[in-house]
């Protein structure tokens, strides 16, 4: 599991037809590496809750039991400084999923 002492921050990359969501991918980068993507690529923030906490998933892999706190927070951060409004809906979106888990 990586320590607290990454810089880390959510980075969308919208791909093809920006009109539809499933063509931002989310992606966790670490500013302490270089300041442009993909240089400070870490891994991509998984599309679905479930990936979030499978250990199969490359975030899993690196943040362990923490996922599901370090995605949120990733998630929150982003939020309050997104303009763009189809990205904000694909993270408002994530944020439900994760809040829907934590409330279970």
């Known amino acids: 599991m990586v320590g607290v002492s990454l810089n880390l921050?959510?980075?969308a990359v919208k791909k093809g037809n920006q009109k539809l969501n499933n063509c931002i991918?989310?992606?966790v980068v670490d500013l302490d590496k270089g300041k442009?993507?993909?240089l400070n690529f870490v891994c991509v923030l998984p599309r679905y809750l479930r990936?979030?906490?499978?250990?199969s998933s490359n975030f899993a892999k690196i943040f362990g039991e923490k996922s599901l706190y370090v995605a949120?927070?990733?998630l929150?951060?982003?939020?309050?400084?997104e303009n763009d409004p189809e990205i904000q809906r694909v993270i408002?979106?994530?944020m439900k999923d994760?809040?829907?888990k934590q409330d279970a």
Do not use: F, G, T
């Not at 990936?51 to 250990?55: A, I, S, T």
């Not at 929150?76 to 400084?81: D, F, L, T, Y």
């Open 9 to 11: 921050k959510l980075y």
């Open 25 to 27: 991918q989310l992606v």
């Open 36 to 38: 442009r993507y993909p």
């Open 51 to 55: 990936l979030l906490e499978r250990r």
């Open 72 to 74: 949120k927070k990733l």
């Open 76 to 81: 929150v951060e982003a939020r309050h400084r």
């Open 92 to 94: 408002n979106k994530r």
């Open 98 to 100: 994760i809040d829907s």
